[in-house]
């Protein structure tokens, strides 16, 4: 290995909150490999936030939230782009930084909120509401994008909504996320019946428990919850927003409706704040391994290619939200 590598062990001081000691050797020889190929391959490696501790801390170049992620995938300089989240994120990249070779370690790694819809469903919807914006949110395929006017995140999906300067809007395929949109808006917004099979499942009824288990504690919900749950948290918004919360407000115990890796990530970054952790596994994200995004770099796999008769229209939707 080269001398200027930092070795894995040496990387352990910063997980040490949240990766037990019995486990961090096994990850050992995986994160070291990972180091070596991406300097070998000219390689970087972007995690979203709920990738698990030991990738997010120990062998991503950048991380973020998918806003953050979009707008730092198109500036990458190196060669190759491991992806460290889901499919759609890797196919973000790809449209942005079209020259280089973007690697998705798990090509199962899905989302059900972008399995909620398709291209034809998007061509029916604009038949049925002949001029109304149609904004599609990240979370969905490049054939869906291909068929949509912008795109949205949820960290930037109000000014998404009131740029575009008309009363009413289609927004998909998220209904929770348009539904929690158009509380803080004028904007009518016509939504779809896509949820997050993480973030649908909080209720209420959790935030009222863990408020009498856990006095004082604030609540922060992703915007992708049911209303209910948003109306009764202290803050919503992106896990990007949600991590900045806790670095801006220092709230003494805190907890995030959203997927569990994310607590971890934050925690390790403030040590001060307690973190509850009643929080729902994403199976797609949890699919993104150190052994498979190893595998990914030594076999150069697997390569995200998008049909060059889409691309132009899907990239115009992403570029229209990165501009605003
Ligand atoms: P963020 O854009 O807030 O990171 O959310 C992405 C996501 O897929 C949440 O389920």
Same mark, same amino acid.
């Given at each position: 290995m080269s001398a200027m590598l930092p070795s894995g062990a040496s990387l352990y001081d910063r997980v040490q909150r *949240?990766?037990?000691p019995i486990e961090w050797p096994t990850f050992l020889d995986d994160i070291d490999a990972i180091l070596e190929l991406k300097q070998q391959r000219n390689a970087v490696v972007l995690a979203h936030n709920y990738q698990t501790p030991e990738i997010f801390h120990c062998v991503a170049d950048i991380v973020g939230d998918s806003l953050a992620l979009a707008r730092k995938a198109m500036a990458v300089e190196a060669d190759v782009i *491991?992806?460290?989240?889901v499919h759609f994120m890797a196919e973000t990249a790809k449209l942005l930084n079209p020259e280089k070779t973007v690697l998705i370690p798990d090509l199962k790694a899905g989302c059900s909120l972008a399995d909620s819809i398709t291209a034809a469903d998007v061509r029916l919807l604009r038949q049925r509401y002949p001029g109304v914006p149609i904004i599609t949110y990240v979370n969905t395929s490049v054939e869906v994008?291909?068929?949509?006017?912008i795109c949205c995140t949820s960290g930037n999906a109000k000014v998404v909504v009131e740029s575009l300067g008309v009363s009413q809007v289609i927004m998909l395929p998220d209904e929770y996320l348009a539904q929690n949109i158009a509380a803080q808006t004028d904007v009518?917004?016509?939504a779809w019946k896509g949820h997050c099979e993480v973030h649908e499942r909080f209720t209420p009824a959790d935030i009222r428990q863990l408020r009498e288990d856990h006095p004082g504690v604030t609540v922060l919900a992703h915007p992708e919850c049911p209303p209910e749950v948003v109306a009764e948290a202290d803050f919503s918004g992106s896990?990007?927003?949600m991590s900045d919360y806790v670095g801006s407000q220092k709230p003494p115990r805190v907890v995030l409706m959203t997927e569990c890796s994310m607590s971890d990530n934050v925690a390790v970054e403030h040590p001060d704040v307690e973190f509850i952790r009643p929080c729902n596994l994403c199976p797609h994200t949890k699919r993104i391994t150190l052994a498979n995004i190893r595998s990914a770099l030594e076999q150069n796999r697997h390569e995200v290619r998008i049909e060059p008769e889409i691309v132009?229209?899907?990239r115009l939707a992403v570029e229209?939200?990165?501009a605003l």
């Open positions: *949240v990766i037990p *491991v992806l460290a989240g994008k291909a068929e949509s006017d009518e917004i016509i896990t990007a927003a132009g229209r899907a229209r939200m990165l």
